[in-house]
């Protein structure tokens, strides 16, 4: 076992030390602008992560305003530039779906003409129930 002698005279005691209030004022705005981490501090100036906390709490300007703040993995110039893309994609299958029902129309057109028939549906014909009678006997002999 180590003897007091053997080690040295004097014990080694933590300094008691003081960080000014400008200092911590500093510090926390660095970290608020994302200049410095807490483990940076904390490793330059052997304060304790806790300490650290405290001054956050204390002098933040974010903290005081109640201000969240949420890291997105894109940002949202990404986001809209995608939704953008598919906008224009959804715009261009709109055209060619238009371009086709336009195009049966004029087949319908034609066709009507050639046969003289009229092939488009009435919209303000009696629509048939599917009920009642068809005027016919169903009746097997």
């Known amino acids: 076992m180590a003897r007091k002698q053997q080690l040295g005279s004097k014990p080694t005691y933590r300094l008691s030390r003081y960080f000014s209030e ?5 510090k926390v705005e ?3 602008k994302k200049l410095t981490t807490v483990s940076e501090i904390c490793k330059v100036y052997e304060v304790s992560a806790t300490a650290v906390y ?6 933040s300007l974010m903290r005081k ?12 110039t990404v986001h809209i530039k995608a939704l953008k893309q598919h906008i224009s994609e959804l715009e261009q299958l709109l ?7 336009d195009f049966l129309k004029k087949q319908l057109d034609i066709v009507s ?3 003289g028939v009229d ?6 014909g009696r629509h048939s129930s599917g009920f009642g009678s068809t005027g016919k006997s169903t009746d097997i002999q």
Do not use: H
């Not at 305003?65 to 949202?76: F, H, L, R, Y």
């Not at 092939?119 to 303000?124: G, P, R």
């Open 119 to 124: 092939l488009k549906k009435k919209a303000s």
């Open 30 to 32: 660095e970290l608020d």
């Open 95 to 101: 055209g060619q779906k238009q371009f086709e029902l």
């Open 65 to 76: 305003k109640a201000v969240k703040m949420v890291i997105e993995p894109q940002s949202d």
């Open 22 to 26: 400008s200092f911590r004022k500093k």
């Open 54 to 59: 405290k001054w956050i709490y204390k002098y």
């Open 113 to 115: 003409e050639q046969y």
